[in-house]
């Protein structure tokens, strides 16, 4: 792209117009001879104080038409019931309405004819009208271009000129030529004079305007990148309506008409062939009015493709609602395809930010990092006087004392913040209160005592050391945590007269909020880290973008919310006409949504597209000032706190120190034992270490099969062999310890084995085999009574693959690498994390507006509401904790806390992930490092070697210039290959050379490719129930005959294909190599799957009208697979895979301990909990039974639980919130531990593979990233050896 990035090429006579540059103001523009037009147009642009009046003006009266429709609807009574909202004794009467909103026609302006408005709305499109006309007949001053009739026309359809029309427009059609409809377009249309706001900042080049940029740095890979997402996305739907189609938990009747129950219970509707659902059993029958008021949400590809892209998105809002295979698929998704369909929207929005950081180089050098310190660094005073020795004391700590006395005041400011988490718990006895209470009181002494000595002995430093010193010292910030911590406290003692209670108070609102203040000295430890002084650097770095991109984002929020504020109010789903009743109701929703965010999915159709939209684009744009942030803040740390580069060099010096002979140990028994069953010495070994590693997986993947209900014995055979096998080994690693180097250094025969039978990886083979014998030597015993949990420790044989793929043993290496920044970091993190829990408790405690589901295992049995979810500060923590990793599956908060959720958004998320983004950077800086002498050497053996290329790639730079070799059928079947190969790809007019297609040929391609864009629509169109119940099984309708007339031109077409192969160099001129690769391969599935289908038909296995027929007819979605010849995608995926080999290896590993070890926590710990539990009206008692099993015992069939049944159960639950997705959260406390880590590492490390994969992906096309690094190793590694 050789347009320069800083500015776009000028105009003449330019103004306010889209080369305004991004990080400046108006530039001056040269002006002819003045007349009466120059002055109006400079008026206009805001070249005169009078034209900057006039701008400021309207930037207020555009945010206050905003404002007007975002308030107005919450005075529709139609959909806000509150009796504040009420027109005749609400707090908005008519005048009030004539004046700011225009909701009623018959408001005091109804004299005027043109229905519902207001003043305000009639003043702004009388003042936005008259600009306009100036705008247009001074056009050409804007751009010679514009002169004339002609040019004033071309003026109208430009951006800005559109934006104003839009904006005034609607109100005259409204009010003139459409009276008597409702267009909706008086008050919707305020939204886009937001994007009036461009104009008068000047600001054109926001966000928005930069995505030509965008797509003109990223036009070569961003058309590969949506083939990938809309192939991943189209084959995830027809997965999905395959395996849901007849899931009766997916039939929806949230819009059924009020003749059917309030709870339709699905499981006695029925689903026939045609896939129409008949809940006429459930009470719900069909009705002329109503043909359908149930169906199945995957009823159609169409149907289970917006389902499909919520969970592209990471997103799972039916998760508890999945059949077995579904979960299957859903677990596919989440792990795999998720990381895929991301690639456009990665692309977009990096492509976003790399277009900033690029114009931002053109700015002067990064601002130096300045910290405004409260107090003089490095001064002491002298000791003389009493002001002096208190000021070292205190503030200098120039003695081991005052070292001492700071560390006691860290110790009581952690115990203090404790001592308030724990006194919100109202089940503690009294006497822990007064306890509590009392340490409190002498805590604040000391904090109050400690505060005045630090006023008094400011003023002996010199910043301070003045007239008003010390009050100047009081503004600073830390001194303003310390006197917010002590005063609320003191002032509470006065007004209540109460210092020690015997009970907790944390039902009032004034002594919560006087104790949460408390949670502010945690601040005070800014004075080492210096972590939040750093934002200041951030937001001064990163003004200008954050001043376009924030806009933008605002923009962005504004703009969907009222679209879907439109779409959605009247959805006939109440759940969703509640959350959308108004704006206000609609920008918290939209806001979770740009955040990445779908906890509702009962869209209406528009709603859907809009949603779709939003994920898609819009997320990108709105999470660039919050990356921004974050990726600033850790910038600004990184600079502050370097890594650890000797960790790098101790991990190189390791990598290259491995392989060395060492002196033989043992005997030759014990060596004998040591290297079978390391893998050394033999084939055998190896085949015995790898036989190994299999065998943990499959008896891992038995054990969980086996929590299976009515599986608990199945493949015991595979678990009998196991544990024999584990048992061998475990005895020859014992008999080998003498001779293994971990063990034998300086130890005897004996010592050797002792070290290793109480090493960690011999207590991980004994935890997974002795339970076994257990069992059998203990019959009937405790050891039977939990057989079902001990059989989870077979997991831990997981941990023992860390032995030949390092990846756990790495994380304290880590650890070292990135100590100094995490320590700041994670500062950060935790301070925001306990202010915030302490805002949403505040704010959550007692609010008992919001009903929720049942929670018995919190105490609530029925009528539960959010503060049986908060009712201590420790709930608050854990439920924060979730919404600060972005997630958010509970949204059912009060204003205030919406409010508290809106900056956690905006501000903390980004902040608070850094930590676990840096964990998973050092884990893949030191895995790398491990590898770089073995890339650099590949590399230097073949220059022209790329990430992932294998055999194929070398080869086929070997075939370059070579001519196919001869036919062995002779000259005739040479001449008839090369026409046909020329036919089907085009004949090279050089070597290397552009590619050329005859006509015909060409023509060919094209009828190619709309066959298999057909196809494709065509197995939509069917899957759809009204459209393949109108078309009929009957023999030679259309589908079948159009699927005939497919499979022969494919058929054909691999044939040819397989014919010219020996003079196609992309085949490396061999039938057999275009046969066993990616494209032959889907050029064989695209008919295959036909030909068995008729083979079962004419053999009686399958009828043409039998359901499982359309499983093969689905099938035929694949064939989009078949586009790759086109656009060159999923062909390269073995490249991929080959090219992030270094750390999937070390990662893979680690992401599969994570899933399957949380996966078994979470089964343990959950099976059980209440909260999973539904039961039905007739159970008495439902929560009072320990499990559901046994709730079944007494009420059979009518005890339900959906979640952590069973471990497949789990792992499907474990990998959506691997996701990022907790789709559900209100776990038992070892439940919540669990979901903590990976909401502070789990997830950052498992999503590590993922993120490879995808960096790799992106190389391997040519999007660049590892490639780049690949170099910038090489380069670099002459100086590391």
């Known amino acids: 792209n050789d347009v320069e990035l800083g500015a776009r090429p000028s105009t003449t006579n330019m103004a306010s117009t889209e080369t305004t540059p991004l990080l400046a103001g108006n530039n001056a523009v040269a002006t002819p001879p003045r007349t009466w037009r120059n002055d109006v147009f400079d008026f206009l642009e805001a070249k005169t104080f009078a034209g900057l009046i006039y701008e400021r003006f309207m930037i207020v009266l555009i945010l206050g038409n905003v404002a007007a429709f975002v308030l107005a609807s919450l005075f529709v009574t139609k959909y806000n019931n509150a009796d504040w909202a009420q027109r005749d004794t609400g707090i908005c009467n008519d005048w009030c309405d004539a004046l700011w909103f225009g909701n009623y026609a018959d408001n005091p302006l109804k004299v005027l004819g043109i229905g519902s408005t207001s003043i305000l709305e009639l003043a702004t499109v009388i003042i936005f009208s008259v600009e306009y006309m100036f705008r247009f007949f001074l056009a050409d001053m804007e751009d010679s271009k514009y002169s004339g009739i002609w040019g004033r026309i071309m003026w109208v359809p430009t951006f800005f000129s559109m934006i104003d029309l839009i904006s005034t427009v609607p109100f005259f059609v409204d009010a003139f030529v459409l009276r008597d409809s409702d267009l909706v377009a008086t008050s919707f ?339 080492y880290t210096h972590a939040f002084m750093s934002f200041d650097d951030v937001f001064t770095r990163n003004a200008d973008i954050l001043s376009v991109t924030l806009f933008s984002a605002l923009l962005v929020w504004v703009l969907f919310a009222a679209i879907l504020y439109i779409t959605e109010r009247d959805n006939p789903v109440s759940e969703m006409a509640e959350n959308y009743k108004t704006v206000p109701h609609s920008m918290w929703l939209t806001l979770l949504n740009l955040s990445g965010e779908s906890p509702l999915a009962q869209y209406s159709g528009v709603g859907k597209v809009v949603t779709g939209l939003l994920g898609l684009f819009a997320t990108a744009i709105f999470g660039i000032p919050i990356g921004i942030l974050g990726s600033g803040f850790e910038e600004v740390l990184d600079e502050e706190n370097e890594d650890n580069q000797q960790e790098l060099v101790a991990q190189n010096r390791t990598a290259a120190n491995n392989g060395t002979e060492a002196e033989p140990l043992g005997t030759t028994l014990e060596r004998s034992c040591y290297s079978f069953v390391n893998g050394l010495g033999s084939k055998a070994a190896q085949i015995f270490e790898l036989s190994i590693y299999g065998l943990i997986l499959i008896s891992i993947a038995v054990g969980c099969y086996q929590t299976v209900d009515g599986h608990e014995n199945d493949f015991h055979e595979i678990e009998w062999l196991a544990v024999i096998v584990f048992t061998v080994e475990y005895s020859m690693r014992f008999i080998g310890a003498a001779a293994d180097p971990e063990f034998s250094n300086g130890q005897n025969a004996v010592g050797s084995r002792v070290r290793f039978v109480f090493s960690f990886y011999s207590l991980v083979d004994l935890a997974a085999i002795v339970p076994f014998y257990a069992a059998i030597a203990l019959p009937n015993s405790v050891v039977n009574e939990y057989d079902e949990y001990l059989r989870m420790i077979r997991i831990l044989r997981l941990v023992k693959l860390d032995k030949y793929i390092p990846s756990l043993t790495l994380i304290d290496d880590v650890i070292r690498l990135k100590f100094k920044i995490l320590r700041v970091a994670f500062f950060a993190a935790i301070t925001l994390w306990v202010i915030f829990a302490a805002a949403m408790f505040l704010c959550e405690f007692s609010d008992s507006s919001m009903a929720i589901d049942n929670l018995p295992d919190y105490g609530c049995d029925e009528n539960c509401t959010m503060k049986n979810r908060f009712q201590n500060m420790f709930d608050s923590m854990y439920y924060t904790g979730v919404h600060l990793t972005g997630d958010y599956p509970i949204i059912d908060y009060n204003w205030p806390a919406r409010f508290v959720n809106f900056f956690m958004v905006i501000a903390a998320v980004g902040v608070v992930s850094i930590p676990s983004g840096l964990i998973a950077s050092g884990f893949v800086q030191i895995v790398q490092s491990k590898n770089k002498k073995k890339r650099r050497n590949t590399a230097q053996q073949d220059e022209n070697f790329r990430a992932g290329d294998d055999w194929y790639e070398i080869q086929y730079r070997q075939l370059e210039g070579v001519e196919p070799p001869p036919s062995r059928w002779g000259p005739s079947v040479d001449r008839y290959q090369i026409a046909v190969n020329e036919f089907l790809n085009g004949k090279e007019t050089t070597p290397g050379g552009p590619v050329v297609w005859t006509s015909f040929s060409f023509a060919s391609r094209v009828f190619i490719l709309l066959v298999i864009i057909l196809n494709v629509i065509a197995v939509v169109v069917e899957s759809i129930p009204s459209i393949d119940k109108a078309v009929g099984n009957q023999p030679g309708n259309f589908f079948d005959v159009f699927e005939a007339f497919s499979v022969f031109v494919f058929a054909s077409e691999y044939i040819l294909r397989l014919f010219c192969a020996p003079k196609n160099r992309e085949a490396l001129y061999s039938s057999w190599t275009y046969a066993t690769t990616f494209f032959g391969i889907v050029d064989f599935l695209s008919t295959a799957p036909w030909f068995v289908e008729q083979g079962l038909i004419v053999g009686g296995l399958l009828y043409a009208d039998d359901d499982n027929a359309r499983i093969f007819r689905i099938f035929r979605v694949f064939r989009i697979l078949q586009l790759e010849d086109f656009v060159v995608a999923f062909s390269k995926l073995d490249n991929v895979f080959r090219a992030s080999k270094d750390v999937l290896k070390a990662t893979g590993l680690l992401a599969l301990i994570i899933w399957v070890g949380c996966g078994a926590l979470f089964y343990i710990f959950e099976e059980n909990n209440p909260n999973w539990r539904e039961c039905d009206e007739s159970v008495e008692g439902c929560y009072d039974f320990a499990t559901t099993a046994l709730c079944n015992e007494s009420y059979p069939g009518l005890c339900s639980q959906k979640a952590f049944v069973n471990m497949p159960n789990a792992l499907y639950y474990t990998a959506v919130f691997l996701g990022g997705e907790w789709g559900v959260v209100d776990f038992t406390w070892p439940g919540r531990l669990v979901c903590l880590f990976l909401c502070v590492a789990g997830i950052a490390l498992y999503s590590i593979p993922v993120g490879t994969l995808f960096d790799s992906f992106g190389a391997v096309l040519g999007m660049g990233g590892d490639d780049e690094e690949e170099e910038d190793e090489a380069g670099d590694g002459n100086d590391e050896k």
Not at 210 to 237: E, H, N, R, Y
Not at 423 to 445: K, N, Y
Not at 453 to 480: H, S
């Open 189 to 527: 249309v305020r939204m886009f004079r937001l994007f009036r706001m461009m104009r008068v900042e000047g600001r054109y080049d926001s966000a928005i305007t930069m995505m030509d940029d965008v797509f003109a740095a990223q036009k070569d890979i961003l058309g590969t990148a949506l083939f990938v997402g809309l192939t991943t996305w189209l084959t995830v739907s027809s997965l999905y309506y395959v395996v849901e189609r007849r899931n009766l938990d997916m039939i929806y009747c949230g819009a059924a008409p009020d003749y059917c129950p309030e709870e339709v219970d699905t499981s006695l509707c029925a689903i026939d062939s045609w896939g129409v659902t008949n809940c006429t059993d459930a009470g719900c029958p069909g009705t002329e009015e109503f043909p359908q008021p149930c169906y199945n949400l995957y009823n159609s590809i169409p149907m289970a493709s917006y389902y499909a892209l919520l969970n592209l998105f990471g997103e799972f809002p039916l998760i508890d609602q999945h059949s077995s295979t579904g979960q299957l698929v859903g677990t596919l998704t989440a792990i795999v395809a998720v990381a895929v369909f991301a690639l456009p929207a990665g692309i977009i929005g990096n492509g976003l930010e790399d277009v900033i950081a690029e114009r931002r180089k053109n700015q002067e050098d990064a601002a130096p990092i300045v910290e405004n310190r409260a107090l003089t660094s490095g001064f002491q005073a002298p000791s003389n006087t009493t002001r002096g020795s208190w000021y070292n004391f205190i503030h200098a700590h120039t003695s081991a004392q005052a070292q001492a006395f700071d560390i006691f005041i860290n110790i009581l400011i952690v115990l203090t913040s404790l001592t308030f988490m724990l006194d919100t718990v109202t089940s503690l006895p009294p006497r822990v209160h007064i306890v509590m209470d009392s340490f409190e009181f002498l805590s604040v002494s000391v904090f109050t005592l400690e505060y005045i000595i630090r006023v008094y002995a400011a003023k002996e430093d010199p910043k301070y050391n003045k007239l008003g010193g010390r009050f100047e010292y009081m503004k600073t910030f830390l001194a303003g945590v310390d006197l917010l911590s002590v005063l609320p406290y003191w002032v509470e003692v006065a007004m209540t007269g109460k210092i020690i209670t015997p009970y907790s108070d944390a039902t009032s609102a004034t002594s919560n909020l006087v104790k949460a203040l408390r949670l502010l000295r945690i601040l005070r430890f800014e004075r």
